[in-house]
T-cell receptor, first 118, second 111 residues
Framework: GAVVSQHPSWVICKSGTSVKIECRSL??????MFWYRQFPKQSLMLMAT?????????EQGVEKDKFLINHASLTLSTLTVTSAHPEDSSFYIC??????????????FGPGTRLTVL | GQNIDQPTEMTATEGAIVQINCTYQ??????LFWYQQHAGEAPTFLSY????GLEEKGRFSSFLSRSKGYSYLLLKELQMKDSASYLC????????????FGAGTRLAVHP
C-alpha cells in the first residue's frame, strides 16, 4: 500500500515555542492531506484539510493562526503549532488519499507525532 | 449535525467471534470505513462499504445498511493481537474525501 511518513515521531517542547510537524507521501502525489488530533482514549478529530497550492480549510473550532498549515508540494504538508501550550499536547496524525478523485476509497495514515508541551 | 456512535469497550475470548456496531447520522454519506488502531500507533485500514450488504475480507467482515444508518464489523477466530481500538468513520459527500470518526471501540481479547 501507499506510504505516508511523519517527522518527528515525537517532540517535547517548552510552553510558548512553536513546533513544526512534517507529513510526506513517499510513493504517490497528494493534492490533499488531512490533519487530525487525538487525545488519549479519544478518537481522531479532523483539524484541517491541507490543499496543495491553496489555503487550508479548517474545521469549526480550530484556530487558523495557531495551527499553521502549508502544503508546499504534492508530497509535503506541514503543520506548525505556534505558541504551544500544555493543552496542545496530543497525538497529531496526517493522512492522504492516494487519488484526487472523490470515488477513491482509501486514505493512508502517517505514523503520528506525539507532542508534549511542558 | 453529525453523530457516530460505537460502544466504548468490549471484551471477548480468544478464538471467539465479536461484532462491533456503529450507528451514524451525518450530513451526506459517501462510504463507511473501519480502521484498527493499536495504542500509540496510526490507524490501519480494515474495510470499506458504500453499498448495502456484507464485505468479507479474511477474518474480518463489515456490513452496511444505509437506510438504517448502521454498520458492524465482525471479527472471527479472535487472536490476542486483535486487542486494539476499532474506529468507525464516515466519509461525507462532496469534495475532499473527509472522514469523520466515531470515538472508537476498545476491544480486549482474553485467553
Amino acid at each position: 500500500g501507499a506510504v505516508v511518513s511523519q517527522h518527528p515521531s515525537w517532540v517535547i517542547c517548552k510552553s510558548g515555542t512553536s513546533v513544526k510537524i512534517e507529513c510526506r507521501s513517499l510513493d504517490f502525489q497528494a493534492t490533499t492531506m488531512f490533519w487530525y488530533r487525538q487525545f488519549p482514549k479519544q478518537s481522531l478529530m479532523l483539524m484541517a484539510t491541507s490543499n496543495e497550492g491553496s489555503k487550508a480549510t479548517y474545521e469549526q473550532g480550530v484556530e487558523k493562526d495557531k495551527f499553521l498549515i502549508n502544503h508546499a508540494s504534492l508530497t509535503l504538508s506541514t503543520l506548525t503549532v505556534t505558541s504551544a501550550h500544555p493543552e496542545d499536547s496530543s497525538f497529531y496524525i496526517c493522512s492522504a488519499p492516494t487519488s484526487g478523485r472523490i470515488s477513491y476509497n482509501e486514505q493512508f495514515f502517517g505514523p503520528g507525532t506525539r507532542l508534549t508541551v511542558l | 449535525g453529525q453523530n457516530i456512535d460505537q460502544p466504548t469497550e468490549m471484551t471477548a475470548t480468544e478464538g471467539a467471534i465479536v461484532q462491533i456496531n456503529c450507528t451514524y447520522q451525518t450530513s451526506g454519506f459517501n462510504g463507511l470505513f473501519w480502521y484498527q488502531q493499536h495504542a500509540g500507533e496510526a490507524p490501519t485500514f480494515l474495510s470499506y462499504n458504500v453499498l448495502d450488504g456484507l464485505e468479507e475480507k479474511g477474518r474480518f467482515s463489515s456490513f452496511l445498511s444505509r437506510s438504517k444508518g448502521y454498520s458492524y464489523l465482525l471479527l472471527k477466530e479472535l487472536q490476542m493481537k486483535d486487542s486494539a481500538s476499532y474506529l468507525c468513520a464516515v466519509r461525507r459527500g462532496g469534495g475532499y474525501n473527509k472522514l469523520i470518526f466515531g470515538a472508537g471501540t476498545r476491544l480486549a481479547v482474553h485467553p
